[in-house]
């Protein structure tokens, strides 16, 4: 695997020039219950790319983006949120910069709080003709901190999992949930900040959880590039949990910092 954290310029020169292709990681710095750490779903981002790197030579690993929109959950204490014009922006940015040497980039988000962001971003920089794709995880179960993201960390960080603590949230549906979020943001509706149940989480399921999202995003790579979505961003929304914004299921809550 080559990421860009342990590559020289030469190292990274040759690669492009030979078609590499960039995974940039995107995530963000919130709350994810008692149980789990604030960097989650930048650390289900980061292990995606990197076991996709590990099956392709051609993929390089950017370094993490670990803040995005995350204004849903700015109740809790660590939550970082850069907001959804800041995320935007940052990822015109980072595109523009990517196509400079770049054959292809791709951003790769693990928060669903960064849906409209990415969509919109990848709206401008598909407009200016860009190289530059995003992706995310589509996984059902509960939407945050729940079951799945447990399962996930098991097989990625367990150290860092604090089981002990583990407890169920609040289970409803997201149709239910989803007023509520966009009214108040998330602990007016779950105090520990879990939509869902960590109850029967396991890092085998955990593995096979990411297998299936490294699977995902190889096809991504290997189909060929989809025709732009003429709708405005704001119409795109999600069919089932996490179905366009990964695992956390807060993709059409629309908190704007």
Do not use: C, K
Not at 200 to 224: K, N
């Amino acid at each position: 695997m080559m990421g860009m954290a342990t590559a020289s310029w030469p190292d990274l020169a040759e690669t492009a020039r030979t078609g590499g292709v960039l995974l940039i990681p995107l995530g963000s710095t919130e709350q994810h219950g008692p149980h789990l750490p604030v960097t989650t779903d930048t650390d289900i981002a980061s292990a995606i790319v990197e076991a996709a790197a590990g099956r392709d030579p051609r993929l390089v690993v950017a370094p993490a983006v670990p803040y995005g929109s995350s204004g849903e959950h700015r109740d809790f204490p660590g939550t970082l949120s850069i907001g959804q014009d800041a995320t935007t922006l940052l990822l015109i940015e980072l595109g523009r910069s990517a196509g400079v040497h770049f054959a292809r980039a791709v951003v790769v988000s693990a928060h669903g709080g960064n849906a409209l962001p990415v969509a919109r971003a990848m709206q401008r920089l598909s407009e200016e003709g860009h190289p530059v794709s995003a992706w995310s995880p589509s996984w059902s179960g509960d939407l945050h901190a729940g079951r799945t993201e447990t399962s996930l960390m098991l097989a990625i960080a367990p150290e860092r999992v604090t089981l002990d603590r583990a407890e169920p949230g609040d289970t409803r549906p997201l149709d239910e949930l989803l007023p509520l979020l966009r009214a108040a943001g998330v602990r007016p509706v779950s105090a520990n900040g879990v939509l869902g149940d960590p109850a029967g989480a396991t890092p085998e399921e955990g593995v096979r959880l990411l297998d299936r999202a490294v699977d995902g995003l190889l096809a991504h790579l290997a189909a060929p590039a989809p025709l732009l979505d003429r709708r405005a961003p704001e119409a795109w929304r999600p069919t089932a949990p996490g179905a366009s914004g990964g695992s956390d299921g807060a993709a059409t809550i629309g908190v704007s910092s």
